[in-house]
């Protein structure tokens, strides 16, 4: 009793001090957590003719370059599909789409020393196309667990910028209502310059003893002129039908049991006529 005592007493602390930290004015600890776990992508590309020839625009080597945010978790590298297809988001390349086709150079990473394979081999993650996850098991310090995300889920919501020498964050407690995308507007933040807003990242807190840890479970990415929350590694819970412990379904077509006995009774009943009719 005594033992199931201070069990009970260890997991109402650790949600006191889950509540508190979540509660806590100072968002530093938090910041500067995440800050571990993201950077931010540069991508620039340049337009090529019928002819194979390679433009770039304004005297520069590429046409244009775009920023977004990237993500290290424990299952690789998380993109946004502006990090792959950057001239979607290119309002200049309309006038060239018909006669020019793409080509997308390096990617490069700012903001954390680490180095990533070329963003060739990546997967969608969310049928709408909108989180990419490039897979890569050698770099795996400093990453992000993915986390369960269900609703009525209490984090942080980060919003992250960028400048020319940094990563900023502005950074909110949300509380997720409903696992499905949700259509986001930029906070109001006291930063006189944050920079360009490349995302953001949904984090909760979740306690072990004496570590309270952060796992990833929501990202923010653009979609046109919108900010969207996306959960790219939620998966719904397949629903369990209340069958008998000692009943297996089996996957096959099969007739109801009386129609199925009316065909071998007629059957049956067929078979005897012509058998009499053979011995007459």
């Known amino acids: 009793m005594k033992r199931v005592f201070i069990l009970i007493s260890l997991v109402c602390i650790s949600f006191a001090i889950k509540a508190q930290f979540l509660n806590s004015p100072s968002l530093q600890l938090i910041e500067k957590a995440i800050q571990k776990g993201v950077f931010c992508v540069e991508k620039g590309y340049q337009l090529q003719d019928s002819n194979l020839n390679v433009f770039g625009r304004e005297n520069k ?73 490039l897979s890569d098991g050698g770099n795996t310090l400093e990453c992000f667990d993915i986390g369960d995300i269900a609703p009525n889920t209490q984090g942080w919501l980060s919003w992250i910028y960028v400048n020319d020498s940094s990563l900023s964050f502005v950074t909110r407690t949300k509380k997720i209502d409903s696992v499905n995308n949700e259509t986001l507007e930029e ?40 900010w969207i929350l996306t959960f790219p590694f939620y998966k719904p819970k397949e629903k369990v039908s209340n069958l008998p412990s000692n009943l297996t379904p089996i996957k096959t077509k099969t007739e109801k049991p009386k129609e199925q006995l009316n065909k071998n009774y007629k059957k049956g009943k067929s078979k005897k006529n012509t058998d009499k009719k053979n011995k007459n």
């Open 187 to 226: 906070p109001q933040n006291t930063l006189k310059s944050p920079g360009k807003l490349i995302g953001g990242v949904f984090v909760v807190p979740v306690c072990e003893i004496g570590v309270i840890k952060l796992q990833l479970c929501g990202v923010v990415v653009q979609k046109e002129d919108n």
């Open 61 to 133: 080597d590429e046409f244009n370059i775009f920023y977004s945010l990237g993500i290290k978790t424990n299952k690789g590298y998380l993109f946004s599909h502006q990090a792959v297809y950057p001239w979607l988001f290119d309002k200049d390349f309309d006038e060239y789409k018909d006669s020019y086709t793409p080509i997308p150079l390096k990617s490069k990473f700012k903001y954390n020393s680490f180095e990533v394979k070329p963003l060739n081999d990546v997967s969608v993650l969310t049928e709408d196309s909108l989180t990419y996850l």
